[in-house]
């Protein structure tokens, strides 16, 4: 059992850490996944429709059943997405290449970035490879 005082020590840290209290800091915290773009759903992007459309006609002509279709989708959109992603990285990487002026801040900065779209790579693969596996049955 938690004795009184490691009760009253995680109340007390748990109000420090409920997040922005003011309505200025709760907006800007909402606006956060917006930075780059990558937090919008792809599915619903119009540039994308097209790609994503076209691959989800291949992947579902691979498999059989009324619900590949779907899975073909979200595989399709999770994929289009990991492409989208991996080009902002390399555009971010090409900025720094072999750029002199470039001091530790900006590395560190560009560290902070490429670890950001890490996060939304691996949600993209994540997805990905739950649709896949939905659609073999595995």
Known sequence: MTSDRKAASNRKNAQKSTGPRSEAGRWRSRRNAFRHGLAVAIGTDPSFSKDIEALAT?????????????????????????????????????????????????????????????????????RRKRALRAMTGN
């Open 58 to 126: 291949i992947l579902a002509s691979c498999g059989s059943g009324q619900s590949v279709g779907e899975f073909a989708r979200q595989a399709a959109e999770a994929e289009v997405d990991l492409l989208r992603i991996r080009k902002l990285r390399a555009s971010r990487l090409n900025a720094f290449h072999g750029n002199p002026e470039a001091v530790g801040k900006d590395y560190f900065e560009l560290n902070e970035s490429l670890a950001k779209l890490d996060r939304y790579e691996r949600r993209a693969l994540s």
